[in-house]
């Protein structure tokens, strides 16, 4: 109960307060740059790594990346950026 009241009030805010949803929900971000750029921020972690794929832990679910010559330029607590080619993006729910 208390989750979905949470919810609410936070949807609510985020239309009364004008504010983008993935800050308010804690939705991941994705910023694509053709195939050879993938810069995720607001992700909870990462799970697995290969030149060819890349699992990221979300806080619903994980983003699951396929590709080839995979390359982390730049990774934080809660943000990377993935060079290489990519192939698919997919979203998996838990």
Same mark, same amino acid.
């Given at each position: 109960m208390a989750k979905k009241w949470?919810?609410?009030v936070r949807n609510w805010m985020t239309k009364q307060m004008d504010l983008p949803q993935d800050v308010m929900m804690d939705l991941p971000? *994705? @910023?694509?740059i053709g195939q050879i750029? *993938?810069?995720i921020e607001n992700h909870r972690g990462l799970i697995a790594f290969s030149d060819k794929e890349l699992?990221? &832990?979300l806080k619903q679910g994980q983003l &699951?990346?396929?590709?080839?010559t995979f390359?982390?330029? @730049?990774i &934080?607590?809660?943000? *990377? &950026?993935l060079e290489g080619k990519i192939d698919q993006v997919l979203f998996l729910n838990d």
């Open positions: 949470g919810q609410r971000r *994705i @910023t694509m750029h *993938i810069y699992r990221l &832990l &699951l990346i396929k590709g080839k390359v982390i330029k @730049t &934080l607590p809660d943000e *990377i &950026l």
